[in-house]
């Protein structure tokens, strides 16, 4: 009897993997690293950012690429970001930082704005794409103690 499954051999490009996923819907990777670069731009430029651009490295260059591998696996993409980092979650990446509500409010009003700007041709995904990431950013941020 022959059987079947749905798993993907475990090296084809992701797109083929799951060509209905968010990350390919959105445009892949040419979309998301935008959407991340002008996240960053915005961080770096607009003071209303200026308390979480000061808990980064002054050279964003390794989280211009960290984010973007991290939202492209996130969302269905390739995986590299999970597969380089065995074992590391949202949890343990900001263990670390003391995330204030301001700082997260200005991380999930920071993204909305810039999938806005980079407008993906999906309008509706990326709309809901900002809503989610921006719905994590809050939960993360903790009341004054
Ligand atoms: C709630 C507000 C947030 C704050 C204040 C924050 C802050 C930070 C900081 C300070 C770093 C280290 C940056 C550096 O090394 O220069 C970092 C790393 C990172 N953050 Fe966030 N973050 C937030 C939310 C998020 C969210 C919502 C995501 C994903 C959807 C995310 C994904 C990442 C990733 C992937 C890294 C890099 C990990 C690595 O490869 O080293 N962050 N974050």
Not at 124 to 135: K, V
């Amino acid at each position: 009897m022959v059987t079947t499954t749905d798993t993907p051999a475990p090296h084809t490009p992701a797109t083929e993997k799951l060509p209905n996923s968010p990350f390919h819907l959105l445009g892949g990777h040419p979309v998301v690293q935008a959407i991340v670069d002008r996240f960053y731009d915005l961080m770096d430029s607009d003071p209303a950012y200026a308390e979480l651009r000061a808990m980064h490295a002054p050279d964003l260059t390794k989280m211009r690429s960290a984010l973007a591998q991290f939202l492209a696996g996130w969302s269905g993409g390739p995986r590299d970001w999970f597969e380089a980092n065995p074992g590391r979650c949202m949890m343990s990446v900001h263990k670390p930082y003391t995330i204030t509500r301001e700082a997260a409010g200005q991380w999930a009003e920071a993204m909305k704005r810039a999938i806005a700007d980079v407008a993906p041709a999906n309008a509706d995904l990326g709309r809901q794409m900002g809503e989610i990431l921006s719905e994590m950013a809050v939960g993360m941020g903790q009341p004054p103690q």
